[in-house]
């Protein structure tokens, strides 16, 4: 079993910068790639961004270049880093984990509450 546990978030104005956080926990967790996807107010929910267990990465194109994703294995989390943030870039943020590198929503097994993201212009 896996659980995720998002932290940060909040409250911003365009351009500016915010983090969350993903805590994963279960066992062989660093063997799974852990992924962010986010969903606004009667949207589908999105990939944003993936890391494998050997911190290979995937961007959707909406993020590129703005979003940074890592993580540390040491500390079993998961870091977005969002720059230049839009108020398109407003919806709950969700972690989760695949066994699978993906972009794709169903190879991702377990997923965290959520983390609300707003931006504002």
């Known amino acids: 079993q896996v659980r995720l546990v998002e932290s940060g978030g909040g409250s911003v104005q365009a351009g500016e910068t915010l983090s969350v956080s993903c805590a994963a926990s279960?066992?062989?967790?660093?063997?799974?790639?852990v992924g962010w996807f986010r969903q606004a107010p009667e949207k589908e929910r999105e990939f944003v961004a993936a890391?494998?267990?050997?911190?290979?990465?995937l961007y959707g194109d909406s993020v590129k270049g703005r979003f940074t994703i890592s993580r540390d294995n040491a500390k079993n989390t998961v870091y977005l880093q969002m720059n230049s943030l839009k108020p398109e870039d407003t919806a709950i943020y969700y972690c989760?984990?695949?066994?699978?590198?993906?972009?794709?929503?169903?190879?991702?097994?377990?997923w965290g509450q959520g983390a609300q993201v707003t931006v504002s212009s």
């Open positions: 989760a984990a695949a066994q699978v590198h993906s972009d794709f929503t169903d190879f991702y097994d377990y």
């Open positions: 279960g066992r062989f967790i660093n063997r799974y790639t």
């Open positions: 890391v494998s267990y050997n911190s290979s990465t």
